[in-house]
């Protein structure tokens, strides 16, 4: 989707569509809504009853996901990946891309890709990942074994955070080449207090 009010477009990523991260997310970048992700439930540690959704499963036969359950192969990824290349490709061109917990996961797998050039369709110029982390599938090892991403990247994270603890987040920084980050007090969710709508407009603003 692109911004509505903003200099620079934003492909991002909608995991848990909520109506408190719409209104976060509005509220930061005046986004307009995105089309919900069709990989099936994510699980959380809240066990709450949202409208979750999810871009891979790490338990292929219960058809789950757990960011922390460790597996040998995994089911979704490469159908969400095909996905998000027809999404750039029908409402492209982007500037950059913006993920959400597992949203964000597979942002950084995105950037793998496009930084070892094996995806033409990508060309972000940054990535904002919030909650975002390293997925602990053994299937999924390629994106974190190249190089250091080098496509300007803002890490969100919360220190109270008990869906994507914030060391999870943290172990996700190396594979990228200078990684800015935003750390803030709270839990899993989209920081949107005046200081870091702040963060997010001056990082922004070296792309305009």
Known sequence: RKCAHAPVSCVYLWIYPSSHLYSALTFLLGLLPAAKANQGPEKTASGGDEDQRGWWFSDVQARSFNAQQECESSLGLEESIETVKTAVKELGP???????????????????????????????????????????????????????????????????????????????????????????????????????????????????
């Open 94 to 208: 982007f500037d950059g891309i913006l993920g959400f917990s597992q949203g964000a996961a597979l942002v950084a797998m995105l950037c793998a890709l496009q930084e070892q050039k094996l995806e033409a369709d990508f060309n972000f110029r940054f990535a904002i990942l919030v909650a975002g982390f390293c997925s602990v599938c053994s299937q999924h090892r390629r994106f974190y074994e190249g190089p250091a991403i080098t496509i300007p990247s803002l890490h969100v994270f919360g220190q109270d955070d008990r869906v994507i603890p914030e060391e999870m987040s943290r172990d996700l920084l190396p594979a990228f080449d200078g990684a800015q980050i935003l750390v803030h007090p709270g839990g899993h969710f989209v920081p949107a207090a005046s200081s870091h709508r702040q963060t997010y407009q001056d990082f922004l603003k070296k792309f305009e």
